[in-house]
Each structure stands twice: as C-alpha cells, then as structure tokens.
C-alpha cells in the first residue's frame, strides 16, 4: 500500500508543481540571506516568477508616447534590460545549486514497482514486487539507509495460491579517521552556502552600476541633444550674419572678402550641425538598446533634466579623502567577498589535509525476512542476517591527494595576496574618484566662466562691428569661442553629475530604492561624516 501510494503521489505532480517547489526554496533562500547592507531587497526575481511587491512592472509591448523621463528611463531598465535580467538569473540559479547542496543533507525516500512474467516447461507464473525506503547523510559523515522489498506471485496454472514475502534491510557505516568531521563532509554544502552570499553582494553592487549606467546613457544622449540645439542656434546666428554682411558688401560698406569668409563660416556651421543631428540620432538610438526598447521606437528624452542640474550646488567635496577611504573597506561589497574567498581558500587546505588521512569506516547492516506464504507483516528476527565490521583503507598511495593538497595551499597563498591586491585597488579606485569629482567642480566653474565670457565677446563684437571698430573675422572667432563653450558647459556639467554618481557608487553608499532610482544626494553627504 506504501508503494501504491508513493507511485500515486509522484504520478499527481506536474511539472509546474516542480517549478513552483524549486521557486518557492530559491526565494526563501533568498529571504533567509539578504541583509541590510545589501540594499534594498526588490527586483531580483527572475521575470517567470511572480513579482514581489517592490518590484517594477512593465507592459512588455509599452513605448514611451512622446518624452521619456529619466525616471521612466531607470524604471524600465531595470524592468527589461537583458543584462540585468541575466544578473537575476545567475543569482537564481547560484541559489538553486545551494538546495541540491542542501538536499544532500535530507532524508530522501525511495520507491520502486516491478512486474516479471516466468514461463518453463511445468508452468508459467507472474509476479510483481517493490521497495521503499529512504537513505540519509548525517553531518558527520554517517550514512545511514532502510527499506523493506515486498514480493507477489500468482501462479496462472497449477495451485492459485497467492504467495507473499517481504525483507526488512537496513545499513550504517560511519567514517572514524577521514571525513569524519563536520567540516570536511559538509565542505561542499558551505561552500554553496557562501556562493550565495557572494552572488547577494554582486547583484546589490551590479544594481548600482546598472544605474549609474543607466544615468550616463541619458546624459550622454541629452549631451548630444544640447549640441545639436548648440549647433542651430550658431548656424542661425552665422546665417543672420551672413545676410548683414551680404547687404553691408553690397553697400560697400564691407570688403567682399570678408562677406565671402562669413559665408564660409555660415556654411560650415550647417555641416557641422548635420553632423550632430546624425551624432544624436545615433546615440539616442543606442540608448533606445540600452533600455530593451526598439530602436525604431520615436520618442525624446526630457532636456529639463539639464536644467534641473545647471541649478543644484556645485562645489568640491569638503571632506577628507582618508574618510571616503575608510567608508568602502568598512562597506565595499566586493571587498567583503575578496575577504571571504580568502577564508574559502584556508578551508580548503584543512579539507585538502584531511584526505591525506587513512580511512577507517565502522559498517553495519542487516536484513530480515518475513514468514513464508501470505504473512508478510511477521518478520523473523532471529533469523535475520547482522552484519558489523570495519574497513580500513591505509594511506599507501596518496599521489593525487598529496598534489591536491599543495596546489591548495598555493591557492591559498594566490588568494591573500587577491585580497590585498582588492584593498589596494579599492582605495585607488576611491582615491581617483574623489580627484575626479574635484576635477569636475572645478572645470564646471572655469566653463561657466568662460561661457559668460563668450557671451559677452559676441555681443560687443557685434556692436563693435556695427560701429566699424571690427572685423567680420573677429565675430567669426567670437562666435566660434561660444559654441566651444557652450558645449563645453553642458559637458562639464554632466562629467560632474556623473563623478558624483561614481564616486559614491565606489565607496558603497549609494543607495538604489525599489523604483531604480538612488536617494538624494544630499542625504548621500551626510554618510561622509
């Protein structure tokens, strides 16, 4: 009855029951491991997985109307973005390793159903039988296994009688000397456990640069738009200077030459604007890839992001560099597994050493028959068969083991000088970043000086022009200086909003919120103090 009603059981499952099972131990898995350090925990499910709350949902076929804001844009990035549904999936399925690790561990029942048909010269016969039972490793090593075989004949001519056996077995055996502890028999099962942890902190620290990424695809793509805006207003200011001069030659108050290098300038101006109109459309079009959208999808990005960043406080950081240092060894996530790795490789030595050892293995088992004919449940202890013995394997030729265990202590040499390598980049990274956003604050101000400068340069060019006091090449060269800086501007602009961004990504205190988006900054300064 045991048997048909295991067969029955495992017959009712379907293969969404299997898939739900496996979803349901990854994601407690999950719940069980993620801690506070790691962020906030949201958009991590895998996309054939129902959605936790927190997480960010869009309509597969949905296309931005008309203007996509860069909220929108971060949104929909992390909702459909084919890198970072990979990155869920490699924690998905790092997770799912660590439940068969984990299975090993369980007790896990088996059950099997045979049918024969025998047939000789004095009669024919048909039988069926079966077994259940369950095998289990313990976390010393110990294995453990029982079950009981029941067997059914009818014979189909002579006697009709129904024959009934069945056999009780069991069996242990226990390591005493090599793998006989805790740790090197669940070796394996801790390292799965800690692959996990590892994958928690790349996934957090992958959010992070996904969206600093995500921030500089639209900024460097409203960078583009700002110089195709650039581009037109100074081909129209060089085509109304063009017609000045055209009217001034004719007047002959302007030497032909001069109208002729105006429209020179006015005509390279137009190239030069066909050229960043194309720059644009290209560079909008990566974005549209970057995001998962299609490519032929016709929306803009918002331009008022830029003004919004033109009006937040730009200035140097006013804090010690040594504090943003300490700030990621202290938090760095990548850090902390590099430390970890280094304890993995120290552990393996002693696992390493371990199976240099003899092995010596204490075994039992035994097996009991029921009574003969339709009794099965009677079983003959006393005439059962007990065995018990030990199984010692000398440690002879321990060629391959040996080599294992040196080539572990190399790793493990090979992974402390890894983590003190990490450390170092760790704070170089930190140390150029802080140089970087100082650099950006301070050529941010130089251009907008120079911007205002540039400004005014054409404006009394023109008057001076007007007057007869200068040339057609002097506000040829003015114009061209406010072009230069007004893209210089714009650009420094978003070097800075990036370094930032870089900056407090690399020391580990950006904080990604559950709508893909980072917390204010200015809350951000406060963690450096």
Known sequence: MAVLFLLGWVGCKTQDDYKAQADEEVYSILDEKWRPEHGVKANYRISDVAGDPNDLTFDPNWIPPDHLTL??????????????????????????????????????????????????????????????????????????????????????????????????????????????????????????????????????????????????????????????????????????????????????????????????????????????????????????????????????????????????????????????????????LDLATAFDQLDDARRKVEVAADALRAQLDLVASANVPSTPDTDLERLRFHEGTYNAGLILDLPLNKKTEAAAYRRALISCLQAQRDYELTVDEVKLDIRNAYRSLIEAARRHQIQKNSLELAQERVNSTKMLLQAGRAQSRDLLDSQDSLLSAQNDTTSTLVNYMLAKLNFYRDIEILNVKPDGLWEPLEKTDEKLF
Request: proline share 2%; aromatic share 8%.
């Open 71 to 332: 909220a929108q844009a971060v949104a929909i990035a992390t909702a459909r973005s084919r890198q970072y549904q990979s990155q869920k999936e490699s924690l998905y399925t790092t997770t799912l390793n660590l439940t068969l690790q984990r299975y090993d561990f369980v007790r896990q029942w088996f059950g099997t159903i045979d049918g024969r048909y025998t047939r000789n010269a004095e009669d024919e016969s048909v039988g069926a039988g079966g077994q259940v039972g369950f095998e289990q490793l313990l976390a010393d090593g110990t294995q453990i296994g029982a079950g009981i075989a029941i067997d059914w004949v009818q014979l189909l001519t002579g006697d009709p009688d129904t024959s009934l056996g069945s056999v009780l077995s069991g069996s242990i055996s226990k390591p005493l000397l090599r793998g006989s502890t805790k740790e090197v028999v669940q070796e394996n099962l801790t390292q799965a456990e800690r692959n996990v942890l590892y994958q928690i902190r790349t996934f957090s620290r992958y959010r992070k640069e996904f969206v600093v990424s995500i921030v500089q695809g639209y900024l460097r793509t409203l960078q583009s738009q700002d110089r195709v805006k650039n581009a037109q207003s100074n081909y129209t200011s060089l085509q109304a200077a063009y017609e000045e001069s055209t009217l001034r030659a004719q007047a002959g108050k302007l030497a032909p030459m001069e109208a002729a290098q105006t429209e020179q300038q006015m005509l390279q101006a137009r190239d030069n604007l066909a050229g960043a109109e194309r720059t644009y459309q290209q560079a909008l079009d990566e974005f549209k890839l970057l995001l998962s959208l299609p490519v032929d999808a016709q929306f803009e990005l918002d331009s008022g992001v830029l003004e919004e960043l033109s009006l937040m406080r730009i200035a140097e950081p006013n804090f010690p560099v040594d504090n943003a240092v300490q700030i990621a060894l202290e938090n760095r």
